[in-house]
Each structure stands twice: as structure tokens, then as C-alpha cells.
């Protein structure tokens, strides 16, 4: 893996939100699996002595693909070395016999190449030999803990090797003026900013004109209790939604071997069982109990057991054929596209059957926030893990329940109200 990564997009800071299966803990297991014995694994990388960066990621990626393969002294497996602002490293499932280092040193004097690291030779950068130098996961978190930059090994489940900013040490990036950090602290704001602005969008155009509404007594107390629970009820799906399309993309980009293979079956299977989950939805009684408050639990069920579905899919069928893993991807995802697809619909129904007039708030705060949670679940995959904004949307449609019960009970309470005629004269 030479220097494999095109830089065209580098002015607009992208690596840093975009993921990488190449560099995760669960791709290099694959690739040192494939190796022979006498096999060696090469990784080149940029490098500088005072940022050591990507290099230092790569090195820890090393040792934690070692340790997960039972290496006892990962140092015996690694050597790195420089010339001018590349690294690279080799990496070997067998210990590097003594021979081979006295080669590889004698090469590296010839070309005039550093020798960084080299087994049975004193590191000459002191925080990569700590790294090498670890025997368990626990030792090498350790180490990484100490260091101003993460350079913790990613992994399919936050595979963002190109960001190295800790949210709570953003001060390395804002005193330093270039390098890939400050490539990190530029993306990571135009996405903070991103999600804040479509916050106070959705807060100055939908929840603020709700607010001062109810606040002014403009509505009464049956409309609007009618407008939040309404609200409630589809933000949290135009939420939920969302976090659900962006994480499933996420996983089926690593399954499927390329990004716009994800993003087709997705979008395709997505829009279609959703479509006919809203097509079915009118031929059931979801407005009625017990299945008002059935389905949002069984949907929250559903994506956390998609959520480890895909996980064993990942671990069994990465070497399967295109065409099968499609069609997989496609049989596991319908599923659960069906049962979203009941929520816009049936909720529509259940406040125009209330308040037929409020229904555009509705629209918008779907729209909006569904919109607002696409940045928002990056940045969550980033910080926290792809398998969070499952969870998360899980918590959304299950908390659906609750604007389920309020708007259950403001039609409840409306449908007894006493029904009074007016006798017209002439």
C-alpha cells in the first residue's frame, strides 16, 4: 500500500470525514491472514520528525493487527523507515530473522534511508518504540492516552484513520498552522457549523413559531398538546430515519467494496420498502391499540438486530461474490425499510384526524430535522462509533411510542367531546 490515496480533495480538508476501510484493525487481520510466512506487508505513509501524523496511526495499526493476532513482541515483527517526507513501514507475521535486519540496515546506509524502527535496534523516535514495544491492547491504549493526537487504531467501527483531532485537546490543531491536524480542526468545524446552523434553522422556522403559538394561547389546550406530541412524533422518525440511511451506508460500503455500490442498493431498497411499508400501512390498524404501541418496539428491535446482523455478514461474506452480498444486503434491509415505512402515514393520519390543518408543521419538522441528522451522524460515527447512530435511531423510533400515547389520548379525549348541532332558521 504505497502512498495509495489520491490528494485532489485535500484542499477542502475531506479525508478527514470520509472513512477508510484500507486502514482498520479488521482489514490488516485480512491482509496479514493472507500473507505467507515469509510474507512481508508494506504500508507508505507521509511523514515528518516533528508530526509524525499518519505514521504514527499506521504504527499503532500495526501493533494492535499483531496483538489480535496473538504476536507476543510486536517489535520483532516491525521495521520502519523514512526517506525525506515518506515512511514506510513492513510489517511480517514472522519475527524478522537477523539476517534480514542486518540487510535491511546495510540498504538504508547505502541509500542514505532513516531507520526509524528496527528489530533489535533502539528506536530513534521514542513514542513510536513505546508503541512497538507494548504486549496487550490495555499497554498500547496506554501509550496512545498520553499523546496529544489520537492515534488509536481504527477499526469498521470508526474507520476515520485521516482524523487525529481529540475534541478535548482542539488547542494542537488551532496553534498549529499546517499539517493533517489542521486539516482535522478545519473539517471538524464546517461540521460542527454545519449541524448548528441547521439547529437554529429548524429551532427559528418550525419549534420557535410552535413555541410562541401555544405560548400566546393562540392554540387551545387540546391542539396543543395535539402540535407536540405531533411534533415530537416526527422528529424523532425524520431523526431516526436518517441516522438509520446514513450508518447503513457506512457499513455496506465496507460489505459491498465500494461507496457508490452502497449508496445505490441502499438508496433503492430503502425508498422501495419504504414505499410499500406506507402502501401497507393503510391496510392496517395502527392507529388502534395494540398496534399503535406494537410497532415503534418492534422497529427499535429490528435495528439493533440489523445492527449485528450486518457485524456477521462483514465477518463471513467479505470475499463473497458482488452479486450475492447484494442480494444479502437487499434481503436484510427490506425488512426493516418496511416497518419505517409505516410511521410517516400513519402519523399523518392520527393528527389529521385531530387537527387536519396542523399537518405542514409536521412536513417541516420531519423534513428538517432528518436533514439536520445526516451531518449529525457523521460526526457521531467519528466520535463515538457507526454502531451509536444505530442505537440512537433505535432510541428514536421507540421513543416514538411516547408522542404515540399523547396523540392517542388527545383523539381519545376529542372523540368524547359531546357532539353539538346548531339548528339553522331562516
Not at 512481508?40 to 496511526?57: A, L
Not at 481529540?166 to 468545524?189: D, E, F, K, P
Not at 392507529?287 to 438486530?305: E, Q, S
Not at 389520548?409 to 353539538?420: T, Y
Amino acid at each position: 500500500m504505497s502512498l495509495i490515496d489520491t490528494w485532489a480533495a485535500t484542499g477542502a480538508c475531506a479525508f478527514s470525514l470520509s472513512e477508510n476501510s484500507l486502514y482498520t484493525v479488521e482489514a490488516w487481520d485480512l491482509y496479514l491472514n493472507r500473507l505467507e510466512d515469509n510474507g512481508i506487508f508494506t504500508v507508505s505513509r507521509w511523514h515528518s520528525p516533528d508530526r509524525i501524523g499518519e505514521t504514527g496511526r499506521v504504527v499503532s495499526l500495526a501493533v494492535a493487527a499483531l496483538l489480535g493476532q496473538g504476536v507476543q513482541e510486536p517489535s520483532k515483527h516491525i521495521a520502519l523507515i523514512t526517506a525525506g517526507n515518506i515512511s514506510t513501514l513492513l510489517l511480517s507475521r514472522q519475527p524478522f530473522l537477523q539476517g534480514d535486519v542486518n540487510k535491511l540496515s546495510e540498504v538504508c546506509e547505502e541509500l542514505g534511508f532513516g531507520v526509524v524502527l528496527l528489530p533489535g535496534r533502539p528506536p530513534t523516535e521514542g513514542f513510536l518504540g513505546n508503541m512497538v514495544s507494548t504486549r496487550t491492547r490495555d499497554d498500547l491504549s496506554a501509550v496512545i492516552a498520553r499523546a496529544e493526537l489520537n492515534y488509536s487504531p481504527p477499526t469498521d467501527e470508526s474507520p476515520y484513520f485521516f482524523n487525529m483531532l481529540r475534541l478535548t485537546n482542539i488547542g494542537v490543531a488551532v496553534t498549529g498552522s499546517v499539517g493533517v491536524v489542521r486539516g482535522n480542526l478545519i473539517a471538524t468545524l464546517t461540521l460542527l457549523g454545519l449541524v448548528v446552523t441547521l439547529l437554529l434553522v429548524a429551532i427559528a422556522t418550525v419549534v420557535l413559531p410552535l413555541a410562541l403559538r401555544t405560548h400566546f394561547g393562540i392554540e387551545s389546550s387540546v391542539r396543543a398538546e395535539t402540535l407536540w406530541s405531533g411534533a415530537i412524533y416526527f422528529t424523532l422518525i425524520g431523526a431516526g430515519f436518517m441516522l438509520t440511511e446514513i450508518a447503513l451506508i457506512q457499513r455496506l460500503t465496507v460489505l459491498l467494496s465500494h461507496p457508490i455500490y452502497a449508496l445505490g442498493i441502499l438508496l433503492f431498497t430503502l425508498i422501495a420498502s419504504t414505499g410499500i411499508g406506507s402502501l401497507v400501512s393503510d391496510r392496517l390498524p395502527l392507529t388502534r391499540t395494540p398496534w399503535a404501541y406494537l410497532y415503534p418496539i418492534v422497529t427499535a428491535g429490528c435495528l439493533i438486530g440489523l445492527k449485528f446482523l450486518l457485524e456477521a455478514l462483514l465477518a463471513t461474506m467479505i470475499a463473497a461474490p458482488v452479486l450475492l452480498k447484494i442480494g444479502v444486503s437487499v434481503s436484510v434491509i427490506f425488512p426493516v425499510g418496511l416497518l419505517m415505512g409505516l410511521f410517516f402515514p400513519t402519523g399523518m393520519r392520527l393528527a389529521k384526524s385531530i387537527a387536519l390543518d396542523e399537518t405542514p408543521w409536521y412536513w417541516a419538522l420531519n423534513g428538517i430535522f432528518g436533514v439536520l441528522c445526516s451531518a449529525l451522524a457523521v460526526f457521531i460515527s467519528i466520535y463515538i462509533g457507526i454502531s451509536a447512530n444505530f442505537y440512537i435511531a433505535a432510541t428514536c423510533y421507540g421513543a416514538v411510542l411516547i408522542a404515540q400515547v399523547g396523540l392517542q389520548r388527545v383523539k381519545a379525549r376529542s372523540e368524547a367531546l359531546p357532539k353539538v348541532g346548531v339548528a339553522y332558521k331562516p
